[in-house]
């Protein structure tokens, strides 16, 4: 299908253990990021990629780690999750020179 | 650091009502301002924006306008519906790689 998806879309893990969140988007689409979202903070950006092999952090990038080998995949990795990581997680991507971003429908991560 | 501030929720309004949601923002320079809406189980969509001043957003009967003079981008709507019932992001982008959203307002609307 056309378009942004994420997977999977719940999960539940302990702490401790290593999870990688999927995205993968069908527009060629040059930039891609990760957000989390917590409750009374909005969307804090994790990281984002400007192209692939192109990586660089935003706001809150502690404890996650990204790679992009390829334009439409994006994974994120919490290498160690820790409890502080229960959020919902948001794959966006956007065309190079536009503003709009276009987002996945986000994966619900609990961290026991 | 550029941010945004919009009302606290939740808004809980009657069907055909008037809304108004505030958003606020502090920046630098001048960035486009955004409202994203994010209905039950989904990702976020793009409502509207505007990239200048006094520009005016709108879509599905939704506006907003872009007033430097009170650095606010309100989003108002003349008679919500029930499908209207979502939760509103306010945001600015400032450059390539940098979108600052607001907390999030939560509207439900009832019939």
């Known amino acids: 299908d056309a378009g942004i998806t994420q997977s999977p879309r719940y999960k539940i893990t302990e702490t401790g253990r290593q999870v990688t969140l999927m995205c993968h988007q069908t527009?060629?689409?040059?930039?891609m990021f990760w957000y989390r979202q917590d409750l009374g903070h909005g969307l804090r950006l994790i990281y984002y990629?400007?192209?692939?092999?192109?990586?660089d952090k935003g706001e809150v990038p502690d404890g996650y780690v990204v790679s992009r080998s390829k334009t439409e995949n994006f994974p994120l990795t919490l290498e160690s999750a820790t409890r502080s990581q229960t959020s919902v997680y948001f794959c966006?991507?956007?065309?190079?020179?536009?503003?709009?971003?276009?987002f996945g429908p986000g994966t619900r991560l609990l961290v026991l | 650091g550029d941010s945004v501030t919009q009302m606290e929720g939740p808004v809980t309004l009657s069907e055909e009502a008037f809304l108004t949601i505030n958003c606020t923002y502090t920046?630098?320079?001048?960035?486009?301002l955004f409202w994203y809406v994010q209905y039950p189980g989904e990702g976020l969509q793009l409502l509207l924006k505007?990239?200048?001043?006094?520009d005016k957003g709108s879509n599905k009967g939704f506006e907003a306008t872009y007033r430097k003079e009170t650095t606010s981008f309100h989003l108002e709507k003349g008679s919500v519906q029930v499908s209207d019932s979502a939760v509103y992001f306010c945001?600015?982008?400032?450059?390539?790689?940098?979108?600052?959203f607001g907390a999030g307002t939560r509207l439900t609307v009832k019939p």
């Open positions: 966006a991507s956007k065309a190079s020179g536009q503003e709009t971003q276009y």
């Open positions: 527009w060629s689409h040059s930039y």
């Open positions: 990629s400007a192209a692939a092999d192109i990586t």
């Open positions: 920046a630098t320079g001048y960035p486009s």
């Open positions: 505007a990239t200048k001043a006094d």
């Open positions: 945001a600015l982008w400032y450059n390539n790689n940098d979108m600052r």
